[in-house]
């Protein structure tokens, strides 16, 4: 059984965890708090149950769950074969982990972010063995969401990214191959697009409720662009917009002033209970 270590034991990474543990991978998650990692761990028992109740995982919650490890000493991942950092999306924090991980990689470690808009090019620069280093983004929730996108960064070498790229269809995933440009695909085109409904609603176009409305039904979404802001989480949403609108030097990533002032209220969404919609 290969070691897999997951950086951040938050939405995205627990989500993460679970996908490699279904697959057959031991897998050790690390962050700062037990409450983080009490949290993780329901969040993972829910959705194995969830699966398992759709007989679309081939062993019981409890034993794949039990794959999962928490640590709260980053050293102690020390060993495993791959590495996931899948910290908040915010760059201080993302290069203070992996500049932490440095310490305790070798030669043979192989080391993804999943970030959702940083350079690849500039994390790998941390490390020292950046042809080792490679994006890796799932998509959320990552046990149901099908995409992986992969981005080499100006050092990733090609060995690097054959292993990733078959990693994941190992995990029962579809990989797409995206060039190392802010947002890559999926965010370039996505989080736009969630700040045109916000634009929209802040320009009193239309209700929350309807402006989801004219989305699922007349475009066949499965959510709505506010509900889906909601799911990722308003701040994650400012975080890559700004991001955009840094790295592309354009005014059309520019934020929504209501994204910004709901993300300085403490409304990101579901995960504080209040964002465009309450939970
Ligand atoms: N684990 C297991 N099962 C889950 C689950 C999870 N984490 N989340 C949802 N499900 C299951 C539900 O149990 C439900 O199953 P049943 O139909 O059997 O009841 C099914 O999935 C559908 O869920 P819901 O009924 O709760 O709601 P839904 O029909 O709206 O589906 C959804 C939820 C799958 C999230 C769907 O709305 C969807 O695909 N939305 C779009 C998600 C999306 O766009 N994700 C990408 C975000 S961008 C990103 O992640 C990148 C980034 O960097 C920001």
Known sequence: MKNVAVLGAGQMGSGIGEVFAENGYRVKMYD????????????????????????????????IQAQISYHA??????????????????????????????????????????????????LSRLLPWPEKFIGFHFMNPPPIMDLIEVIKGLYTSEQTFDFFWELAKDLKK??????????????????PMINEAIYALYERVSTPE??????????????????????????????????????????KYAPCPMLEDYVRKGWLGKKSKKGFYEY
């Open 32 to 63: 700062l708090s037990e409450e983080i990692f009490e949290k993780s761990r329901n969040r993972i028992y829910d959705s194995l149950k969830k699966l398992e109740g759709k007989c679309l995982i081939d062993r019981k919650a409890e034993v």
């Open 73 to 122: 000493d980053i050293s102690e991942l020390a060993g495993a074969d791959i590495f996931v950092e899948s910290a908040f999306e915010n760059f201080g924090i993302k290069t203070n982990l992996l500049y932490k991980l440095a310490d305790f990689l070798t030669p043979s470690s192989l080391v993804a972010s999943n970030t959702s808009s940083y350079s690849i090019t500039s």
């Open 174 to 191: 579809i990989p797409i191959a995206s060039r190392n440009s802010p947002g890559f695909v999926l965010n370039r085109i996505l989080i």
């Open 210 to 251: 309807q402006i989801d409305a004219a989305m699922k039904l007349g475009a066949n979404h499965p959510m709505g662009p506010l509900a889906l802001a909601d799911l990722i989480g308003l701040d994650t949403v400012l975080s890559i917009l700004k991001t955009l609108q840094k790295e592309l030097g354009e005014n």
